[in-house]
């Protein structure tokens, strides 16, 4: 008998993406390079949804370097820990946290990875800055470039298959089911992530390399991998599959958390201006 096929609400999904990416993203900039400025003794100055600003200049590039590998360092430590907890919570738990284990694991490993890859390609971001000056830099690029490419793809293919029980069937059935979990969570991260963006203090060359990049380039691979579905691997559910159902508590915690994302963040938060 075939499975039955799983019902999810749009508006839940979305909801739970918005916060899945702005979770992400304070974690990114927050945590990670807030994180990392505490750690080698910077001051932190503004933290916006795309930028964290930490004076260092008294410590040198060592402390510049820990202040930008802190972020990914994050995102990929987050990921991992949803991975755990997905695993080990996944039906235990409604459909909805599950389905936000799920993501929150893919964002920030896609986000992590991706970062690698960024950097290796443009030349420009937080690995870019991480890397200049240890060697040349054709050299330092290219190695990015290919790790970005493998972690990538690992991280794609090990959210494929962490995404299987949510959608019930074989082939073209369950990539249809899939799409219309993944589409949409990336079009609503990459929207929110992009107008919180254009919010920032710095100006607008950071809506495309770090708005635009992380979220629409960084998180791409939910546009694309419900493709990877259509193999045997991984197999289909047995069972009923886990349903994404309509939650109010979840729809009002994405309006709360899209307005402190956009309105506060957006445009930044200054700290005191003291060393800390």
């Known amino acids: 008998m075939d499975p039955e096929r799983p019902r999810h609400d749009l508006a839940t999904v979305v909801a739970v993406a918005i916060v899945a990416y702005a979770v992400a993203d304070v974690l990114h900039e927050g945590l990670g390079h807030g994180g990392a400025c505490l ?5 932190a100055l503004v933290q916006s949804t795309v930028h964290f600003d930490c004076d260092t200049h008294l410590l040198g590039s060592w402390a510049e370097r820990v202040v930008a590998a802190g972020g990914t360092i994050v995102n990929l430590a987050a990921g991992t820990l949803m991975l755990g907890l997905l695993r ?40 870019a800055d ?28 090990l959210a494929v298959r962490e995404l299987a029980p949510f959608v019930a069937g074989v082939g073209a059935a369950r990539v249809r089911t899939a799409n219309r979990l ?12 992009c107008v919180a963006g254009l919010l920032n203090p710095v100006g607008m060359v950071l809506v495309a390399i770090s ?6 380039g ?41 307005a402190v994302f956009i309105l506060v963040l957006g445009p930044g938060v200054r700290f005191a201006a003291t060393a800390l």
Do not use: K
């Open 39 to 43: 750690l080698v003794g910077g001051r």
């Open 211 to 216: 708005a635009a990049a992380a979220s629409f």
């Open 88 to 127: 080990r919570l996944r039906h235990a738990v409604s459909g909805e946290v599950a389905w936000l284990l799920w993501l929150s694991m893919t964002v920030n490993l896609l986000s992590g990875t991706g970062y690698f890859l960024f950097s290796g390609v443009g030349g420009i971001g937080d690995w």
């Open 218 to 258: 960084g998180t791409s691979g939910l546009a694309w991998m419900p493709q990877l579905l259509h193999s045997d691997r991984p197999g289909a559910v047995l069972g009923e599959a886990i349903s994404v159902r309509r939650s109010l508590v979840w729809i009002g915690a994405a309006a709360v958390t899209a």
């Open 130 to 157: 991480f890397t200049r000056g240890l060697g040349p830099a054709w050299v330092t690029r290219i190695a990015l470039s290919l790790l970005g490419a493998v972690t990538y793809w690992r991280a794609v293919r």
């Open 182 to 193: 993944t589409v949409p969570a990336y079009l609503a991260g990459g929207v929110l992530s």
